[in-house]
């Protein structure tokens, strides 16, 4: 097999950037979901998540990476016929300057963040019709839960590993350095990549009008591989994928799905037609992990393995880079993530 895509997405929820190259680290991807988009509900001010499920206009944004900066652009059908200005973020905002705030997703405990306030928020809150909030993480860290996230025997002792990986990954202040060191992710749903194959793609498409296909896009993976040799849905039970021969990801948890997959990335609502009821169409015969028996499975989520090639657990991944499996579980592996 070999990488045919690779995407990041600096903003959660956007529409994400095709890469041709990625550094990976510890967190996945860099600067992958470091900022965050919520509602601000009135009048009590509470914070909501905004997703593309709960809020289908995101898939209407469209952003971009140059030099330190992420391009925003808002592409709603008002703008069809202009071209509207981008709005400028930083890609690593100066942390002094913002206000501190305490965000919670998908049931870590809360996290501190930061603020990013005006001009920003008033940009955004403009085009989506009501008052909203963008987070940057910083050097805010969530908690990775369950028993099978992240992967077991990753969280050694500091006295047996060599710095690198579980060096970068700082615990959430054990107090004591041969205590085990805790992984921890961005703004990503429950893991640092998502993976997602060609070969079941094409099973999807198949499932829809030939004029229709089902882009990989709306499944919002980091690492796409092409699936040659492999069956549709053979990676339900993939553990372990080796890249370039030497850099391994070890595939921890299958990503159930929502709505988000039957949202109209043109319209920024539900799709019409037979592409509005992909999920329903996947329910059929994808429901496939105990853990979450009303989702249907499409794709697996992985953590880079430790200590790759001395480099702190980073390395380069390009598309078009051979890679194999080098570890299949028996059986899938069982949803676990409390709260979810």
Same mark, same amino acid.
């Given at each position: ?5 690779? %995407? ?11 890469? #041709? ?5 510890? #967190? ?28 289908? #206009? ?34 690593? !905002? ?8 305490? =965000? ?15 001009? %920003?928020?008033?940009? *955004?809150?403009?085009? *989506?019709?009501?008052? =909203? ?16 996230? !992240? ?29 085990p060191k805790k992984p921890w992710i961005t703004f990503t749903?429950? &893991? ?11 099973? =999807? ?33 993939? &553990? ?22 039957? =949202?109209? %990335?043109?319209?920024?609502?539900? &799709? ?25 499975? *499409? ?8 200590? #790759?090639?001395?480099?702190?657990? %980073? *390395? ?25």
């Open positions: 097999m070999e990488t045919k895509s690779l %995407y990041v997405y600096p903003i959660k929820a956007l529409r994400g950037i095709k890469l #041709q190259s990625a550094r990976i680290g510890p #967190q996945g991807i860099a600067h992958d979901r470091t900022f965050m988009l919520f509602q601000i509900s009135e009048p009590d001010g509470e914070l909501k998540k905004m997703q593309v499920d709960s809020h289908p #206009q995101c898939a209407l944004f469209e952003q971009r990476l140059s030099d330190d900066t992420i391009s925003v652009r808002y592409r709603g059908p008002e703008h069809k016929d202009h071209e509207e200005e981008s709005l400028l973020i930083p890609l690593t !905002p100066d942390t002094a300057t913002l206000s501190r705030i305490n =965000v919670n997703l998908h049931g870590s405990a809360p996290s501190s963040a930061y603020s990013m306030g005006t001009p %920003y928020e008033d940009w *955004f809150s403009a085009r *989506f019709g009501f008052p =909203v909030k963008l987070v940057y993480l910083g050097d805010g860290k969530r908690a990775v839960l369950g028993d099978t996230l !992240p992967p077991k025997g990753q969280q050694k002792p500091a006295a047996e590993t060599k710095g690198g990986w579980l060096s970068s990954l700082t615990s959430y202040v054990t107090g004591k350095e041969e205590q749903d429950v &893991a640092p990549l998502l993976v997602t194959s060609e070969s079941s793609l094409h099973d =999807v498409s198949t499932r829809l009008p030939p004029d229709e296909p089902m882009p990989m896009y709306k499944f919002r993976p980091n690492i796409v591989v092409d699936g040659q040799g492999e069956e549709a849905w053979a990676e339900d039970l993939w &553990a372990e994928l080796t890249v370039d021969t030497k850099h391994k990801l070890l595939l921890t948890g299958n990503c159930v799905r929502c709505t988000s997959l039957n =949202v109209d %990335y043109e319209t920024g609502k539900p &799709a019409a037609g037979e592409l509005g009821g992909v999920l329903k169409k996947l329910m059929k015969d994808r429901r496939v992990d105990a853990g979450s028996k009303w989702s249907p499975v *499409f794709g697996r989520y992985a953590f880079p393995a430790a200590d #790759q090639d001395d480099q702190g657990g %980073y *390395f380069e991944l390009r598309v078009g880079e051979e890679v194999e499996i080098t570890k299949r579980n028996t059986e899938r592996t069982v949803w676990d993530w409390p709260g979810l």
